[in-house]
Each structure stands twice: as structure tokens, then as C-alpha cells.
Nanobody
Framework: QVQLQESGGGSVQAGGSLRLSCKAL????????MGWFRQSPGKEREGVAV???????RYTDPVKGRFTASKDNAEKTLYLQMDALKPEDTAMYYC?????????????????????WGTGTLVTISP
């Protein structure tokens, strides 16, 4: 029902910036939950930022003040602007979506409840 295509990953030095994009391919209305999650080797997948259908955004504490998530409903595209990047931000970043609406904070802590996933884009931050 929803296909997700991420782009924008890459390698930068600490302190640098990257912008991730996620295009949702669907015939459905653009007003559904979308979010960014990440997973580094040996760790569980964790929520980074999730946007409610009404546009409310929730962030995980380690990225607050550095990352900004936004959504263009007309283009059905989710973005993640990442500034002041740190080596610990290195991970595979995934875009995800869910057609239900349990609230951004709910999904931030429960990535397993997001129903649709992209294939991921790698972000590598060097010291």
C-alpha cells in the first residue's frame, strides 16, 4: 500500500550535515504517520524522529536540537535535516510509515509497529 524510497545518505566528518529524503509511493492521502529510524551494528533499531498526520514531530533525545524532520504532503516526501553530526550518529537510517495514528511518541518507541519500511540509507560520520 505504501512504498518508501530513501535517499541522501553518505559519509561526512563530525560537525557536518546531511539531508535525507523519503518519497512515499502510494495512492493514499498523504496524511499518515511517517518517521525516521536508525540501526547501528549490534544495536536495536531505534526511533529518531516521527511526524504525526497533523504535523507534530517527536525526536529522540540524542538528536534534539541537531536534527529536523519535516514533511511535504503535496510531494508525499519526508525529510531529515541532520546538522552537527557526531560519530555516534553512524547507522543505517530507515524511513517508515504507518496508516494508523497512535501518535508520534508511540511510534518513536515502538518501531516494530510501523507497517511500511524503506530499504535504508547508510550514514557514516568520521571523527
Amino acid at each position: 500500500q505504501v512504498q518508501l524510497q530513501e535517499s541522501g545518505g553518505g559519509s561526512v566528518q563530525a560537525g557536518g550535515s546531511l539531508r535525507l529524503s523519503c518519497k512515499a509511493l502510494t495512492s493514499k492521502s498523504p496524511y499518515f504517520t511517517m518517521g525516521w529510524f536508525r540501526q547501528s551494528p549490534g544495536k536495536e533499531r531505534e526511533g529518531v524522529a516521527v511526524i504525526d498526520p497533523d504535523g507534530s514531530v517527536r525526536y529522540t533525545d540524542p538528536v534534539k536540537g541537531r536534527f529536523t524532520a519535516s514533511k511535504d504532503n503535496a510531494e508525499k516526501t519526508l525529510y531529515l535535516q541532520m546538522d552537527a553530526l557526531k560519530p555516534e550518529d553512524t547507522a543505517m537510517y530507515y524511513c517508515a510509515a504507518d496508516l494508523r495514528n497512535y501518535g508520534a511518541m508511540y511510534y518513536l518507541g515502538r518501531p516494530q509497529d510501523m507497517n511500511f519500511w524503506g530499504t535504508g540509507t547508510l550514514v557514516t560520520i568520521s571523527p
